[in-house]
C-alpha cells in the first residue's frame, strides 16, 4: 500500500504525543512493507539537519510553494516532504530559557493557548507579543518572537500538499488531527483518492467547554468528509459520535502503541533516600488536570509525610499551580522540574514510586505506558482512552480527590501493592504495539478505499 | 452400587463497604449490600432449593439423602435478614436425612496459618450447627475443599471422621475417585469430589456450546450407572448457589434437579447417603497422599486463587500476625471483626490471575479491580491494628 500522510510533527521536531504517534506508526509501516510519503508543514531539514539523514536534498520550485524531500534514518520505506514555513513558527530553541541546564519555561502545547489570556485569539503577532498565539507542535517563547495566523498556516499547507501529491503514487490519504483536515480534502478532490483522518484528540480535550469554533469547524468537517475516521480510543469515538454527530459506522478505534524497540537509557540510579516521590509529567495544562494533583498531594500530606510530589512539565497553568502550591502550604513538598527531556524523563522515572496522570480529558495518554516500561506502577484518571485497555493500574475519576489520595497513599504505604501493580503493568503494556496499530491503519485502509469505490459506482 | 454422596456448599462473605484511609470507625461492613444479596440469593435460591429438596425427601420417603455445609458467616447473615431461610434449613434437618458438615465458621484460611485459629473456628461453627439443627458434625470440609496430608491429620486430632477433598488428578493418576481413600499419616476417611459428574451440573448445565446440552435427568443418572461395578460412591459436591443463581431458574436447573432422584432410584443398586453414612458403609481401598495444597477452584485446583500474588500474600499474613495482638485486647468486637476479615472471598478478589481476561473471578467480585479490593482490604486492617493497642490511659490528676 502506498500512502500519502499528513502530519504536523515528528521527531525529533517534536516532543510529544502526536509526534511520537506518527513515528510509531510510520515505522511499523515500514517495516510492513508499506511505502509512506510524510507531509510536514515546515522545513525540518534546515534545523535539524544533525538529526536527519538527507538522502535527496533537493528543493522544487513551484507556482505556489518550494518544498523539500528527505528521509530518515531506520524509517526504510517513509520519506518526507517538508514545507518550509514562511512564518517560521518552529524557530525552536532561540528563547527558552535554560536555568541550570533544564528549560524552564518552554514547552510544546498541542493546545492553541493565548499568552496570559484564557480566551484563544489567532490574530497576527503584534509589537511586544502581547496577543501572540503558540502553535501546536511549536515551543513558544516566553516573549513571543513569532506569531501569525494558524489558519492562513493550515491553507497554506493543504495549497502545497495539493502541489506534492500531483507527484505522487498512492491510494489512500491518512491526515492527523485537525491541522491537516483541509489538506487532506483538498487533496482527495485532486486526486479523487479516500481519505482517513485521524483524530488523535478533539478540540474539546484541549479546550473542555471553551471551544475554539472555526478548529471545531475544521474538524467536524474533516470527520464528515473523510471515508473513515481512526479515533484513539472510545473516549475520543464518543465525543466524535456525541459533539460531532460523527456517522457511528464509519468511526473506528485504533489504540497507539508504544515503542517495542524503545532502548532503556542507562541512567544512574537515583541517590536512595527514605522519601517517597510521586510523580507528574506532562503539561501542565486544563486537560492534564494538574490542580487535582496537587489537592490529592495535600490530603496525602495529612498522612504521608516523608512524600515529595514532582510536577515534570510547563505549560499555560505552571504559575499558577505554583502559586496555588504555596497557598496550600506544601510548597516546600512540591517539586517542579520544567519541562524534561531524554535522559532526565528516564531519570525521574527511576526516582518515582508511583506516576499519576489525573488528566481531565485524554484521548490515549501514552504516558502511563511509558512509566511502566520504566518499572513505575501508574495511577490514571478514569477520563483517559488508556484506561479502556489497561487493565493493570490504579484507576479513579479525575474530580475525585479523597479516592486519588487514598490510592497513593495505599501505594506509598503497601510495597506489595507497588510490586504486583508494576510486574503484571509491566508485561500487560508488551501488548500495545505499533505493528498492531500499524495493521490495524491498514485495515480501515482497505475499508476506505472500497467505500470509495462503491460511492463512485453508486 | 455407587452411593450418591451430595454435598451443597453455602456460603455468602460479609463484604467490606468502601473503606478509605480517611476513614476511622469501626463500621467496616457493607450491611445493606450484604442483605440485598441475601435476600436476592435467598428468593433465587436458598428458598426454591430448599422446598425441592424437602418436597424430594417426602416423595422418597427417606431414600433422598444429602448434606450441606453451612458457613457462620451465612447463618449470622440468614438470621439478620432472611430468617426465613434458617427455619427451612431447621425444616431439612428435622427430616433426619439431612447431614450438617463441619467447617471454619468465617470460611477462613486459617489452617494455613494458625492451628489455634483453625481450631477455635471449627468449634465456634460446630456449637452453632449443634443449637440450630441438633446435630454432632463428624464430617469436615475445609474452605473451599482446601486439603493435605496435615489438614488430615490437624482433624482427624479434633475428632472427625471423614475428611472431604478434591479428586485432583496429579494425585489419583489412573485411580478413580469414586472409592474412599486414607492419607498416608493418619486414621481418617477421605472422599473425594468426583469433579466431572459435578462440574457437568455446577458449571457445565446451561452451556449451550457444550456437546452433552441439554443435561436431562435420565442422561445423568445414566452417566452414574456407568460407575456400576468400579466404585461405591460418586460425590457430588459443589455451591448449593448452583440451583437458581449461578445457573438461574429458566435454565431448566429446579427440573433436573427434582426429577434426578427419582432417574437414579430407577437403578435398584443405587441409593443416596450422606458423607457420614459412606464413611460408615465403606472401607478405604488405598492411600491419597497429598504433601501438598489442593482445592476446588479454577483449573490449578492449588491456592493460587487466594496466594498467587505479592498482596494476596502480604494481607494473610498481616492479619494472622495481628492474632495475638487481638487475643490480647479481648475485645468481643473486635475479635469477631478480625474473624470476618479472614474469610476467603476477601483475598478472591485480590486475585489477579485472568483479570485482564475477566471470567468467573470477575462476576463474583464486587470491586472494580484486585487492586481496589487490596486496597480496601489494608484500610480496613489498618483501623482494626489500631484498635488492638489500648487507648492511653488518662493520668490520674494529683
Partial sequence: MNVFMLGWEFPPFISGGLGTACQGLTRAMSLLGHRVIFVLPHDVAEQHATHVKLLTPKTHES?????????????????????????????????????????????????IVADGETSVSFTKSEAGGERTVAVPGTVRSPSGHYGGDMFEEVERY??????????????????????????????????????????????????????????????????????????????????????????????????????????????????????????????????????????????????????????????????????????????????????????????VFKMADLYVMPSVSEPFGIAPLEALSHDVPVLISKQSGVSEVLTHAL??????????????????????????????????????TWTDAASNCIGVYGRAIRDAGRRRAG | MPSICFYFQVHQPLRLRRYSVFDQDANYFDDIHNAEICRKVANKCYLPANQCIYDLIKLHEGRFRVSYS??????????????????????????GCVEFLAETYYHSLSF????????????????????????????????????????????????????????????????????????????????????????????????????????????FAGWVNQVNGNGCTVNLFMDYET?????????????????????????????????????????????????????????????????????????????????????????????????CVQTSDHFYYMCTKYFADGDVHKYFNPYESPYDSYINFMNVLDNIRMRTVPAPQPQAVE
Fill in chain 1, 158 to 347: 493543504a495549497a502545497v500538499a495539493v502541489e506534492i501529491a500531483r507527484n505522487e503514487t498512492f491510494e489512500v490519504i491518512h491526515a492527523h488531527d485537525w491541522m491537516t483536515f483541509q489538506a487532506g480534502i483538498a487533496v482527495s478532490r485532486a486526486s479523487g483518492k479516500p481519505l482517513v483522518v485521524h483524530v488523535h484528540s478533539t478540540e474539546f480535550d484541549r479546550s473542555g467547554t471553551r471551544v475554539n469554533q472555526p478548529i471545531y469547524d475544521i474538524e467536524r468537517r474533516g470527520v464528515h468528509t473523510a471515508d473513515r475516521v481512526i479515533a484513539v480510543s472510545h473516549l475520543t469515538r464518543n465525543i466524535l459520535l456525541a459533539r460531532y454527530s460523527a456517522p457511528p459506522e464509519r468511526v473506528e478505534v485504533v489504540y497507539n502503541g508504544i515503542s517495542e524497540d524503545e532502548e532503556t537509557m542507562q541512567v544512574p540510579p537515583p541517590i536512595r533516600r527514605d522519601e517517597k516521590i510521586v510523580l507528574f509529567l506532562g503539561r501542565i495544562t486544563m486537560q492534564k488536570g494538574p490542580e487535582y494533583f496537587l489537592a490529592a498531594a495535600k490530603k496525602v500530606l495529612e498522612y504521608e509525610k516523608n512524600v515529595r510530589f514532582v510536577m515534570a512539565g510547563s505549560g499555560d497553568m505552571t504559575r499558577g499551580i505554583i502559586e496555588m502550591a504555596a497557598e496550600m502550604g506544601i510548597g516546600h513538598r512540591v517539586v517542579f522540574t520544567g519541562f524534561l527531556r531524554g535522559p532526565d524523563v528516564a531519570r
Fill in chain 1, 63 to 111: 507556482a505556489r510553494a518550494a518544498y523539500a524531500k528527505f528521509k530518515i534514518n531506520s524509517l526504510e520505506n517513509v520519506s518526507f516532504r517538508s514545507i518550509p514555513s514562511t512564518m517560521r513558527p518552529y524557530g525552536l530553541e532561540t528563547g527558552g530559557v535554560k536555568t541550570g541546564g533544564i528549560e524552564k519555561t518552554t514547552v510544546r502545547s498541542q493546545s
Fill in chain 1, 395 to 432: 484507576k479513579v475519576d479525575f474530580w475525585d480527590i479523597d479516592e486519588m489520595a487514598n490510592k497513593i497513599i495505599a501505594v506509598l504505604r503497601h510495597p506489595p501493592l507497588q510490586v504486583t501493580l508494576r510486574d503484571h503493568g509491566n508485561f500487560e503494556i508488551k501488548k500495545f
Fill in chain 2, 70 to 95: 453451612i458457613t457462620g458467616v451465612a447463618l449470622d447473615q440468614f438470621e439478620s435478614y432472611t430468617p426465613e431461610v434458617v427455619d427451612s434449613f431447621r425444616r431439612l434437618a428435622d427430616t
Fill in chain 2, 243 to 339: 440451583f437458581g443463581e449461578h445457573q438461574w431458574s429458566d435454565t431448566g436447573i429446579f427440573d433436573f434437579l427434582y426429577h434426578l432422584p427419582a432417574e437414579l432410584l430407577r437403578h435398584p443398586h443405587n441409593d443416596f447417603k450422606t458423607p457420614r453414612e459412606v464413611a460408615a458403609a465403606y472401607e478405604p481401598v488405598g492411600e491419597y497422599d497429598a504433601p501438598h495444597m489442593t482445592s476446588w477452584a479454577d483449573t490449578e485446583r492449588d491456592l493460587s486463587a487466594w496466594l498467587g500474588n505479592a498482596m494476596q500474600a502480604n494481607a494473610l499474613h498481616e492479619i494472622y500476625a495481628l492474632e495475638g495482638a487481638v487475643r490480647k485486647a479481648d475485645d468481643p468486637a473486635l475479635l469477631r471483626d478480625w474473624r
Fill in chain 2, 112 to 219: 494455613l496459618y494458625s492451628l489455634e485459629e483453625f481450631t477455635d473456628q471449627i468449634g465456634l461453627h460446630t456449637k452453632r450447627i449443634s443449637d440450630l439443627f441438633g446435630q454432632a458434625c463428624t464430617t469436615f470440609r475445609d474452605t473451599e475443599l482446601i486439603y493435605n496430608n496435615q489438614l488430615a491429620e490437624a482433624v482427624k486430632a479434633l475428632g472427625f471422621d471423614a475428611v472431604l477433598a478434591e479428586g485432583t488428578d496429579h494425585i489419583l493418576g489412573y485411580r478413580s475417585p469414586n472409592f474412599i481413600y486414607r492419607p498416608p499419616n493418619v486414621d481418617i476417611k477421605v472422599l473425594l469430589k468426583n469433579y466431572r459428574l459435578s462440574d457437568d451440573i455446577a458449571f457445565r448445565f446451561s452451556n449451550r456450546g457444550w456437546k452433552e446440552w441439554p443435561l436431562t435427568a435420565d442422561k
